[in-house]
């Protein structure tokens, strides 16, 4: 839905001509007209399912958090942090997860 928001508020933007705040205002107009005013429901891991997920310890994703690498928010009584699936997905496109290690190196394999 990104995407395709991005594209209307360009269309919306060159109308204008160049107005922004004029483009912003005609595509969350045709959003909430288009959804009816509902968003939707976002999915959300918890810090051990994103770990799990990206090959990375939970400390990991918490640092990733906290440096801005990976967009997360406090649920329920703000104590619980989570992390969109879409975060995670973006991760993952861009290789901010690293691969996961081999069980053994490969100098070992090339002697059996």
């Known amino acids: ?4 928001v991005n594209t209307l508020y360009a269309e919306y933007l060159d109308h204008t001509g160049g107005d922004k ?4 205002s005609l ?10 005013g509902k968003t939707p429901p976002t999915t959300a891991l918890t810090v051990s399912d994103a770990a799990r997920r990206l ?5 990991t994703v918490y640092e990733m958090c906290h440096a801005g690498r990976l967009r997360s928010f406090r649920a329920g009584n703000g104590r619980a942090l989570r992390i969109p ?9 861009t290789s901010g997860a690293r691969q996961p290690t081999p069980r053994f190196p490969d100098i070992i394999k090339r002697h059996f």
């Open 85 to 93: 699936l879409e975060a995670i997905e973006t991760c993952e496109n």
């Open 55 to 59: 090959g990375v310890t939970r400390q």
């Open 27 to 36: 595509t969350l107009a045709a959003v909430i007209a288009e959804t009816g």
């Open 1 to 4: 839905m990104n995407a395709a």
């Open 21 to 24: 705040a004029a483009a912003a």
